[in-house]
């Protein structure tokens, strides 16, 4: 069974404080992506990364970076955590062609107090 | 610039009746389409995708390039069909973006 796993279900964090949000995919895959989900905004992407230590801004960058050190693991960072940042976050993944399907993870609610 | 266009927030039908979610982009290339679904507490996955051209739970999509559209259809709709539908949009070359829109929600009434 192929699998997107992110390390958290919920996380409740502090304005101003560093946040990190892993994703793991152990399906081999050369894209993987990050998108929060808002309610009338649909998925939108943060960024995207289509190979070891690659990355490409996507629509919505601002106060988010990423690390992909290793092919199978896509980090999200909140390198300083603010409100407007609350939502759910979604992790996917990939092959490189853009035919076959992206399977997503389970998300991550994060709550920003 | 490359675009998914989901125009209903929210669509309720009977059910037994049919349904129709409208998807239309915005690609100068070669497009690769798809429709996710989410249903209630699970994660978003793979309804079909147009270069199939599969049947998945009933429902069916026909990219129409004159249109620019990739509706998904159903005849007759159930009631587990109720979900968050997302048409995707992936660029499908070295810069592999996956595009969504917006959503529909759709809501099969008893």
């Known amino acids: 069974d192929v699998k997107v796993t992110q390390s958290s279900r919920y996380l409740v964090k502090r304005t101003g404080e560093k946040v990190f949000l892993e994703c793991v995919q152990d399906?081999?895959?050369?894209?993987m992506f990050w998108y929060r989900q808002d309610p009338g905004l649909g998925l939108r992407l943060i960024y995207f990364?289509?190979?070891?230590?690659?990355?490409e801004k996507g629509d919505i960058p601002e106060g988010y970076s990423v690390s992909r050190e290793k092919k199978e693991r896509f980090s999200l960072i909140l390198e300083s955590a603010s409100t407007n940042q609350t939502s759910m976050y979604l992790c996917?993944?990939?092959?490189?062609?853009?035919?076959?399907?992206?399977?997503f993870g389970q998300g991550t609610r994060l709550t920003v107090v | 610039a490359q675009r998914v266009t989901q125009p209903e927030k929210l669509l309720s039908v009977f059910k037994g009746a049919p349904v129709e979610l409208k998807c239309n982009y915005s690609?100068?290339?070669?497009?690769?389409l798809f429709w996710y679904v989410q249903y209630s507490r699970q994660r978003l996955q793979l309804l079909l995708r147009?270069?199939s051209r599969e049947s998945i739970k009933g429902f069916t999509a026909d990219l129409n390039k004159g249109e620019t559209s990739f509706h998904l259809k159903k005849p007759f709709a159930q009631e587990e069909d109720s979900a968050m539908y997302y048409c995707?949009?992936?660029?499908?070359?070295?810069?592999?973006?996956?595009?969504f829109g917006k959503g529909t929600r759709l809501h099969i009434l008893p």
């Open positions: 996917a993944s990939s092959f490189e062609d853009g035919r076959t399907e992206a399977f």
């Open positions: 399906m081999d895959h050369e894209n």
């Open positions: 990364s289509y190979d070891v230590k690659m990355k």
């Open positions: 690609y100068s290339g070669s497009p690769e």
């Open positions: 147009h270069i």
């Open positions: 995707a949009l992936s660029l499908s070359n070295r810069d592999d973006k996956i595009i």
